[in-house]
């Protein structure tokens, strides 16, 4: 079966996304350079969502107790935390060294119906880059 040229290109773009976005991780020795900056490295923020989207539930009933986890490049969960009633969290990394210019997935989950087993789960996720000093969400 013959594809479409678009979807020929379409995967092509896809492919090389996926590419673009592999972390270049450095040598041991090159974190053990970073310093204390890198040993102390921590992630902080505030989960929201606009309103004005139709879904199975409301900002307001997943920011409050969410799982927050901070996932590297090979799909490892470095770290994860809990929010609390406004959507705010910190997640200390523990000595884990981002790697300068890698992407990493920040992800809170809480599950729908008061967390009741068999219940669907809201997922929020975004991308984080570290600069060397930071982070930048993608």
């Given at each position: 079966?013959?594809?479409?040229?678009?979807?020929?290109?379409?995967?092509?773009?896809t492919l090389l996304g996926?590419?673009?976005?592999?972390?270049?991780?450095?040598a041991i020795g090159d974190r053990a350079a970073a310093g204390s900056a890198i040993a102390?490295?921590?992630v902080h923020?505030?989960?929201?969502?606009?309103?004005?989207?139709?879904?199975?539930?409301?900002?307001?009933?997943?920011?409050?107790?969410a799982t927050?986890?901070?996932?590297?490049?090979?799909n490892t969960t470095v770290a994860t935390g809990k929010t609390d009633a406004?959507?705010?969290?910190?997640?200390?990394?523990?000595?884990y060294?981002?790697?300068?210019?890698?992407?990493y997935i920040l992800e809170a989950v809480k599950g729908l119906n008061n967390q009741a087993p068999g219940s669907s789960a809201a997922r929020?996720?975004?991308l984080l880059q570290w600069n060397g000093t930071g982070w930048l969400s993608c």
């Open positions: 079966m013959k594809l479409p040229r678009w979807t020929m290109i379409v995967l092509a773009l996926c590419q673009a976005l592999r972390p270049n991780v450095p102390s490295a921590s923020g505030r989960l929201s969502a606009p309103d004005a989207r139709q879904a199975q539930a409301l900002p307001s009933d997943v920011v409050n107790a927050v986890s901070f996932i590297d490049a090979a406004s959507g705010n969290f910190s997640l200390s990394l523990g000595g060294a981002p790697a300068n210019g890698a992407t929020f996720r975004t």
